[in-house]
């Protein structure tokens, strides 16, 4: 299973570097790809069969060419090239991102496990995270508490995600073109402008693009701690943008418009117009978090004057809430 995901991740992968390359003769060697890759010569073998099987490859007597660009079903499927700790992330983004979760509820570990189909350390170890900084509690059966964020926790928070950004966009541009980063980030643009066209059904679906982009670049930075505290910047930023559904969609359209002139800015390697566009687009983001702080998740309905507070959450598995 690991062996063949692993195959998959690096597929796609490969498909990202063949985008970009001209058509013609592929100059790399097995051994090029390999180390380009972070996997071994064999498993470049069965990516350059594949690849050859599907015809973006072909091979004669002078080589291996370039025949099409690889387009987006020749990927697979991103549940299918994640590792275990990446699914429970993923899962977990996404019951936050739906609003499952409030301040004081209590989290199962074995049930979320089930829920996943991953193992319950996986699960633990995701959590054991977000534990460290104040944002779980452990309890006693494999239970968590998830917690809530004071405007103080947010804005120390703020200060240091701010920070990790701009050193890892600085590392981002130093990239060769060849990286399959930017390759990476010209999908992400075009799925930007794709949902800007579509904005008034699917304006919903910003948080997750928002999510790739910034993660796409704290992974240029390959600092294990910058890309680990990513996961609780991503949490406390996403969780709290989804609470206030009042402008939703006009603050999505503003946030992508500053996405836009933020990976214009990555692309023309200016490192001060890249400071001046993330600082101003990481402004906006603690806004709107700060804001939906002070006055709570509206769930639906319109907020009662005076009533800023969340109601009082339910657990995630009433038949243990205990654990």
Known sequence: MK???????????????LAE??????????AALAARLGVSRTTV???????????????????????RHPGPQDHFPDPQTEGAAQIVERKF??????????????????????????????????????SQFGLMERRANSGWIFKGVTTGFATEIYEIREMFELRSARRFVSLD??????????????????????????????????????????????????????????????????WDKTDEKERNIVAIGEHLDYIAALRSRDLRLIDAKCRA?????????????????????????????????????PRKAAG
């Open 281 to 317: 687009h990481l402004r906006s983001a603690r806004a709107t978090m700060l804001r939906s702080i002070v006055t709570g998740p509206l769930q639906g309905e319109e907020r009662k004057p005076g009533n800023g507070t969340a109601p009082a959450p339910p657990e995630l598995n």
């Open 45 to 67: 073998r069965a990516i350059l069969a594949g690849l050859t099987e599907v015809r973006i490859l072909r091979s004669d007597g002078t080589g291996r060419h370039l025949a």
């Open 177 to 242: 073109d060849t990286a399959p980063a930017w390759a990476a980030l010209d999908t992400i643009e075009r799925e930007h402008r794709d949902l800007l066209r579509h904005i008034d059904s699917r304006y919903s679906d910003f948080s997750r693009l928002d999510e790739r982009l910034h993660r796409l670049i704290h992974e240029a930075s390959h600092n294990r701690f910058i890309r680990e505290f990513y996961d609780v910047i991503s949490i406390i930023f996403h969780y709290h943008y989804q």
């Open 93 to 130: 983004m996404q019951m936050v991102l739906t609003g499952d979760y409030r301040p004081g509820q209590t989290i199962n570990s074995a049930e979320l496990a089930r829920q996943f189909g991953t193992s319950t350390t996986a699960v633990r170890e995701y959590l054991t995270r977000f």
């Open 3 to 17: 062996t063949n995901t692993l195959y998959k991740r690096s597929f796609n992968c490969c498909l990202d570097l």
């Open 21 to 30: 390359r001209p058509l013609g003769p592929l100059p790399l060697s097995e």
